[in-house]
């Protein structure tokens, strides 16, 4: 019996040393390094997946809101007009069909006029409707290394959701004035409508206050604002509707 017991206790304790060296093994600290650094990977798969069939609840940026955003309503892509859908595109991202979430051309034309003009406030982005969509949903307003983890995101959103996905949940998280969020929102507070009401002129109109909606105002626009949104205008005119509709 005492045999059986001694060897009982020499059997925990070697299986508690396994564990001991399993966990302390370099070999191990490396894997759970990797696995730490794939778990936010994981998660932002994981939750694109799940947002790919159902509505977005909300967003990083709502969360991080200054104020309390307004009622936040998802409506599907067949319930907003198609004006607004090619508003954003015309203003924000006219390659938005061609490109796999970053635009080089952009990218590489938007850091060229900003070193031109280094010592002035006329910097201009290259970030695609995608990019802004993986910040607003996942990330925070501001800083290079945001930019860093931007990217990647932007990629894996293009592989996992097709452009028409990608559209309907950015036009339905993005920021249009102080705590108003998603088309509907803007278009209920600005004009009285739903977002299926909204006429071209008033889509370039919400379309002119991005990316800077805090800056902006809809109800209050600037003279710079107004050429933008007549701008806007001329090139939805140019692109013409089927070229958000048959993507």
């Given at each position: ?179 108003v969020y998603g088309i ?61 509709q048959d993507m």
């Amino acid at each position: 019996m005492k045999k059986r017991r001694r060897k009982s206790k020499q059997h925990r304790a070697a299986r508690h040393a396994w564990w001991q060296r399993w966990l302390w093994h370099p070999l191990t600290r490396n894997r759970r390094l990797q696995l730490l650094l794939a778990s936010p990977v994981l998660l932002v798969t994981v939750l694109l997946l799940v947002f790919s069939l159902l509505p977005v609840p909300t967003s990083s940026f709502m969360l991080q809101s200054p104020v309390k955003p307004v009622a936040h309503r998802w409506m599907p892509m067949k319930h907003i007009s198609p004006w607004a859908a090619l508003a954003v595109v015309a203003a924000e991202d006219q390659r938005f069909p061609q490109h796999w979430g970053l635009d080089l051309q952009a990218i590489w034309g938007a850091a060229r006029k900003n070193w031109r003009y280094r010592h002035s406030d006329r910097r201009v982005g290259g970030s695609t409707i995608t990019q802004q969509l993986a910040k607003n949903l996942f990330l925070w307003p501001g800083g290079y290394f945001r930019k860093l983890i931007e990217a990647p995101i932007a990629l894996l959103i293009e592989l996992l959701w097709p452009k028409q996905r990608i559209l309907e949940v950015y036009l339905n998280i993005a920021e249009f004035g102080p705590g108003v969020y998603g088309i509907e929102a803007a278009a209920q507070r600005y004009f009285g409508i739903s977002a299926a009401r909204l006429t071209r002129f008033q889509a370039a109109q919400l379309a002119a206050v991005l990316p800077n909606p805090r800056q902006r105002r809809v109800n209050r626009p600037t003279a710079a604002q107004r050429q933008r949104a007549a701008w806007i205008e001329r090139q939805m005119g140019q692109l013409g509707l089927r070229y958000v509709q048959d993507m």
